[in-house]
């Protein structure tokens, strides 16, 4: 406990992007929820292309975005590459006066951090690592309810069960090119038709334009919501008020997100894979958390996953340990 009994000073480091930034703030808003916190987001970034060399040779000083200058945090939470250059310095920077937490595999020396917080797909083992099911996310339950009642005017006149489908896109080890799309989008038509429901879907940014018009056009023929990227984003509204979520294969954000929901989960197939996703996606089954979309929308219950609170409580007590 810093002195004085104060509220910890916890930095959420990131650059910015929404997946990555929501890592790092949900690890800190889990220690949040257990211990008075204060919690500042710090977005960084490199110039002149400096952020694609390993970051090693990456100068701190160099660093744009948010100031990181002391006085610095009592706990820095780090997600993404692009803060290596500065997480693996911390401990130094800050005279072992600030915890370094990093999420996902850091990809480097494992002793510049005091915890790292990699999925155990990753393979990461170390005396300082402590791995969960999936990422750090941002559902809670409250927020879940205070995020439904946001939208609940479009959301709850539409007809069960009401199908949330969240579609992510192109990444180094999947794409999904229109046809692929469209298949799916059939798919899911299908299976809310003969279920008398509705659809709530989401795209990301890395949905490609042919991908989002070829879903989109199949799917905006169900009652339902197609979000079009303007105004405010109801992505959590749609997976409160969902009966089913379905997510594509390309993201463990997303299905984890899903999976603190409790709500059946069913995995949509891209082009494509991973071998560290397919591992992630094997351990969702065998708990009973995510099968694979073949057209059927129920499933058994299962315990809404909690895996960033069991981090959170991991964190602090090797923060006090630290102390």
Avoid: C
């Amino acid at each position: 406990m810093p002195e004085g009994g104060r509220p910890l000073r916890i930095w959420a480091v990131s650059d910015g992007r929404a997946g990555i930034e929501a890592q790092a703030l949900g690890l800190a808003e889990a220690v949040a929820r257990i211990r008075p916190a204060l919690i500042t987001p710090k977005r960084i970034g490199w110039p002149y292309g400096l952020g694609r060399l390993p970051w090693r040779l990456i100068p701190p000083a160099a660093q744009s975005g948010d100031s990181v200058e002391p006085p610095y945090p009592d706990i820095w939470i780090a997600a993404g590459r692009a803060t290596l250059p500065l997480s693996t310095r911390m401990l130094k920077r800050a005279a072992g006066k600030t915890f370094v937490v990093q999420t996902q595999d850091p990809r480097a020396p494992l002793d510049r951090f005091d915890l790292v917080v990699p999925p155990e797909h990753d393979g990461l083992a170390g005396p300082n690592v402590f791995p969960i099911l999936g990422a750090p996310n941002r559902v809670t339950p409250e927020r879940l309810a205070v995020e439904h009642a946001r939208f609940a005017e479009q959301l709850d006149a539409l007809p069960h069960p009401r199908v949330a489908v969240i579609v992510g896109g192109r990444s180094r080890a999947h794409d999904l090119p229109r046809a692929r799309a469209a298949e799916m989008a059939a798919g899911i038509a299908r299976s809310v038709n003969a279920a008398g429901g509705s659809v709530m879907v989401s795209f990301t940014r890395r949905t490609p334009a042919p991908a989002r018009a070829a879903l989109a056009a199949a799917l905006s023929a169900l009652p339902g919501v197609i979000w079009d990227g303007t105004g405010d984003n109801p992505y959590f509204a749609y997976l409160a008020a969902a009966d089913a979520i379905l997510v594509t294969e390309d993201s463990t954000n997303l299905a984890t997100d899903a999976a603190a929901t409790g709500r059946p989960i069913f995995v949509l197939p891209m082009q494509g894979h991973s071998a560290k996703l397919a591992r992630f996606h094997a351990e969702l089954a065998r708990r009973g958390v995510a099968a694979p979309f073949v057209g059927d929308l129920t499933s058994a219950p299962y315990p809404p996953l909690l895996e960033t609170d069991r981090a959170a409580r991991e964190l602090l007590r090797r923060y006090d340990g630290s102390a």
